[in-house]
């Protein structure tokens, strides 16, 4: 007997079927915004992520030297071979690009509650414009997806922030700082015990006076954003608050100004970010990890030697997510379903087969007998797998020129004749034959 590999998950038939019910969900909202959907391969380059991604990710790669001496990478995340593939046939794409795709992702970090070494997201990305409308309707995808998903208004909000507002903050004190190690140290602010917060952004170059002021600075109220522009006072923070308002008033236009909350110790720890980022969370806070987070990285593009090129994008999992509808109760059951099971007593294959394939051509989910089991065994199949209605394909059936259709919530069935089933009914069951 072997064992799976810690961090690795087995989704058996039941689970899987919830599973696709909030994937297909998810791909289904974004093709109606007129996002594309992609495909991507699980290995690229380990240097790609060593100059892209930042060391955090970087420390969790798996990682090898293949055959040809190559050393590659499974993919930990997406956005990276996104703006590769963007880079090799920009010129052909028209702008803004819209792209979704749903895949697993590896990294080798600490297995817990929400959290695999293989785990699977939808990416949705825009690439091409740098309008606070395309924040915005990234931000509407995801409250639409949600929604769709069962989730309220009261079920989950989105954390927004802007990355050159933490930027040019801390570009503002008299230091030398690591600026991007102090915002990964933002990004844990509400993770970590608070003087082991403090002494992370200490070791960035803050004084003890400093991380104080800069940490009251993150509680600033949205009412109140203008003073950070006049505390840093700097042409870049001003455009920072400039953008991070316009991009919720256009959230309010997008219908999605009601999730959204200011929170300016969001931060993302992803080195690429450069604009507005969010995390969604359960706003009940009995889900305590973020659900999923985004933003906008408008220089990666040309970091990968394509022109400059804007881009903001979004990427719900399916480890956390999971926990937030299993929360608020609308998590999909995790069961199968069939419509039909063709059952067949005797030499009746061909009759049977021939049922099934014209139940199959109407868009059911059609089961028959492939094992040579008895009559009892086979219902209890049916039963096993949730059938609605099984047909009775028998020999003594057949010597009738008929068929038995059985209910088997209710138990009750009838005989019907042989030239009259499927008939004219798209799905026909027990109550439209009896």
């Known amino acids: ?29 974004a093709r109606r915004y007129g996002f594309r959907e992609i495909g991507t391969p699980a290995l690229e ?22 055959r040809g001496g190559r050393d590659v990478a499974l993919a930990p995340e997406l956005t990276p071979t996104a703006a590769r593939m963007v880079v090799a046939k920009g010129q052909a794409l028209s702008k803004p690009i819209k792209w979704f795709s749903t895949r697993p992702f590896w990294r080798y ?72 190690r102090a915002i990964r140290a933002v990004d844990k602010r509400a993770k970590l015990d608070p003087a082991e917060y403090r002494a992370l952004l200490a070791d960035t170059g803050l004084s003890e006076a ?57 931060a993302r720890g992803l080195d690429y970010y450069t604009g507005v980022v969010f995390e969604c969370f359960d706003a009940t806070g009995e889900v305590g990890r973020s659900v999923f987070g985004g933003g906008r990285y408008d220089d990666l593009i040309e970091g990968f030697g394509g022109p400059p090129t804007p881009a903001v994008g979004v990427a719900p999992g399916y480890s956390t997510l999971p926990l937030l509808m299993q929360r608020a109760g609308v998590w999909p059951a995790e069961e199968i379903a069939t419509d039909y099971y063709v059952l067949q ?57 008929a068929v038995t259709v059985k209910d088997m919530d209710s138990g009750e069935q009838t005989q019907v004749p042989l030239d009259g089933f499927p008939g004219k009914h798209e799905r026909p069951t027990y109550d439209d034959v009896a």
């Open 210 to 266: 400093q991380v104080n002021e800069f940490d009251a600075l993150l509680d600033t109220p949205e009412g109140d954003l203008d003073e950070l522009a006049t505390f840093a006072g700097t042409e870049r923070v001003e455009r920072a608050v400039e953008n991070l308002r316009a991009v919720l008033d256009a959230t309010a236009d997008f219908g999605a100004r009601e999730h959204c909350t200011l929170s300016l110790d969001t």
């Open 45 to 66: 380059r380990t240097r790609m992520y060593e100059e892209k991604s930042g060391a955090e990710v970087v420390e969790q790669l798996y990682s090898f030297t293949d």
């Open 109 to 180: 970090e600490a297995v817990q509650q929400g959290r695999f070494r293989e785990f699977y997201q939808t990416n949705v990305d825009v690439f091409g414009s740098s309008e606070p409308a395309a924040d915005a309707e990234v931000l509407a995808y995801a409250a639409d997806a949600l929604t769709a998903l069962g989730l309220s208004g009261e079920d989950f909000e989105f954390r927004v922030s802007h990355r050159d507002v933490l930027g040019g903050l801390l570009e503002a004190f008299d230091a030398e700082i690591d600026v991007e």
């Open 1 to 29: 007997m072997y064992d799976g590999v810690k961090g690795f998950r087995d989704f058996y038939p039941g689970e899987m079927a919830a599973r696709r019910t909030a994937i297909d969900t998810l791909e289904d909202t």
């Open 345 to 401: 007593v005797g030499e009746t294959r061909p009759v049977a087969a021939r049922i099934a394939r014209e139940l199959r051509d109407r868009g059911h989910v059609v089961e028959t007998d492939v094992s040579g089991r008895s009559f009892g065994a086979q219902l209890n199949y049916a039963d096993s797998i949730a059938a609605e209605t099984v047909v009775i394909v028998g020999e003594q059936d057949l010597a009738e020129d």
